[in-house]
Nanobody, 115 residues
Framework: QVQLVESGGGLVQPGGSLRLSCAASGSSFGNSPMGWYRQAPGKQRELVATITGPGSPNYDDSIKGRFTISRDNMKNTVDLEMNSLKPEDTAVYYC?????????WGQGTLVTVSS
C-alpha cells in the first residue's frame, strides 16, 4: 500500500519562507510524476507544481517564480521550497503522485501566511 505523508507546514509571516516535504512509503518513485496542490478555505483544489521522474518542473502561473519543486528518488521524497510568501498562499498543501498506474494523495499540511 502506497502512502504519501506531507510535513513542514506551519505559520509564517508575509515575505517569509517554508519548505514542504512529501515522503512516500510502500513503493519507489522511480520515473513517476509527482506534484503539489493546494486548497484554500472556500476554494477548489488547484495545481501548484508538478515534476517528472527525471526532474523537469512545471509551475502554475500564480507562483510567479517564488516556489521551487524538487525530488530525491533515492529517498523517495518530493519537496516544495516556498519563498516570498503572501497571505493568499494560505492553504492546505497536498502531495500527489502517479505511482505504479494509480493516483495517490497525501492528507495535507496547513500553511498559514499571516502577521
Amino acid at each position: 500500500q502506497v502512502q504519501l505523508v506531507e510535513s513542514g507546514g506551519g505559520l509564517v509571516q508575509p515575505g517569509g519562507s517554508l519548505r514542504l516535504s512529501c515522503a512516500a512509503s510502500g513503493s519507489s518513485f522511480g520515473n513517476s510524476p509527482m506534484g503539489w496542490y493546494r486548497q484554500a478555505p472556500g476554494k477548489q483544489r488547484e495545481l501548484v507544481a508538478t515534476i517528472t521522474g527525471p526532474g523537469s518542473p512545471n509551475y502554475d502561473d500564480s507562483i510567479k517564480g517564488r516556489f521551487t519543486i524538487s525530488r530525491d528518488n533515492m529517498k523517495n521524497t518530493v519537496d516544495l521550497e516556498m519563498n516570498s510568501l503572501k497571505p493568499e498562499d494560505t492553504a492546505v498543501y497536498y502531495c500527489w503522485g502517479w505511482i505504479d498506474g494509480r493516483n495517490y494523495w497525501g492528507q495535507g499540511t496547513l500553511v498559514t501566511v499571516s502577521s
